[in-house]
């Protein structure tokens, strides 16, 4: 049954990697023409913060290796994605974005450890603290993308919406799915089930 789990965990870490790289693409495009045209930093803010509290959750939790691993390379490629975005978003983006990143992305989860270590010292508390706020912000992330679809409507165009992204968080959530009965983790099934 370890055996099974870490395979399924290995899987879950794959596709969790093409998800957050999903925009590699778009942010290809974005550095070739030099602007963010309609594009919201709002998703990479929120997986961001949620890639930094996961990673955390991960740390805490015993056998949480997998969970520190892929989040910690969401962090860096995200850390990647909002700092291109905020060297081609226009002014007022750039610093609506900026101020999102400040506090999203530094105040709160630097308030979020510092809390939960310095002011709860049972282990089961902590993970229950941290999973809870951790399954709120993955279903924010996870919805995030469909702010998009305004865009998407508004201009009668799929670009601003990839499909790779949309298909990597389906099979992503599937394989996480499975990962969390067989570890029992009710934080991690919470989180993907929301999204199928």
Same mark, same amino acid.
């Given at each position: 049954?370890?055996?099974?789990?870490?395979?399924?965990?290995?899987?879950?870490?794959?596709?969790?990697?093409?998800?957050?790289?999903?925009?590699?693409?778009?942010?290809?495009?974005?550095?070739?023409?030099?602007?963010? /045209?309609?594009?919201? +930093? &709002?998703?990479? @803010?929120?997986? #961001?913060?949620?890639?930094? !509290?996961?990673?955390? *959750?991960?740390?805490?939790?015993?056998?949480?290796?997998?969970? /520190?691993?892929?989040? +910690? &390379?969401?962090? @860096?490629?995200? #850390?990647?994605?909002?700092? !291109?975005?905020?060297? *081609?978003?226009?002014?007022?983006?750039?610093?609506?974005?900026?101020?999102?990143?400040?506090?999203?992305?530094? @105040?709160?989860?630097?308030?979020?450890?510092?809390?939960?270590?310095?002011?709860?010292?049972?282990?089961?508390?902590?993970?229950?603290?941290?999973?809870?706020?951790?399954?709120?912000?993955?279903?924010?992330?996870?919805?995030?993308?469909?702010?998009?679809?305004?865009?998407?409507?508004?201009?009668?165009?799929?670009?601003?919406?990839?499909?790779?992204?949309?298909?990597?968080?389906?099979?992503?959530?599937?394989?996480?799915?499975?990962?969390?009965?067989?570890?029992?983790?009710?934080?991690?099934?919470?989180?993907?089930?929301?999204?199928?």
């Amino acid at each position: 049954m370890a055996s099974l789990k870490f395979i399924i965990g290995i899987i879950g870490n794959i596709t969790a990697v093409l998800v957050f790289a999903s925009p590699i693409k778009t942010f290809w495009w974005v550095v070739r023409k030099k602007s963010t /045209e309609n594009y919201s +930093g &709002i998703p990479y @803010v929120a997986t #961001l913060l949620n890639t930094c !509290l996961w990673t955390f *959750y991960g740390h805490l939790k015993p056998g949480g290796l997998l969970l /520190e691993t892929v989040n +910690g &390379i969401g962090i @860096v490629l995200q #850390l990647i994605f909002v700092t !291109l975005f905020l060297i *081609y978003a226009p002014k007022d983006m750039k610093v609506k974005t900026a101020y999102m990143v400040g506090i999203f992305n530094v @105040v709160f989860p630097g308030l979020v450890i510092a809390i939960t270590l310095l002011s709860i010292n049972e282990r089961n508390k902590q993970l229950t603290i941290i999973g809870i706020l951790c399954v709120g912000l993955a279903v924010g992330m996870y919805a995030s993308p469909l702010l998009s679809m305004k865009t998407v409507i508004k201009t009668k165009s799929v670009k601003y919406m990839p499909f790779s992204l949309s298909f990597f968080l389906f099979v992503n959530a599937g394989i996480w799915c499975g990962y969390s009965i067989l570890t029992k983790d009710c934080f991690v099934g919470v989180t993907f089930l929301d999204l199928n």
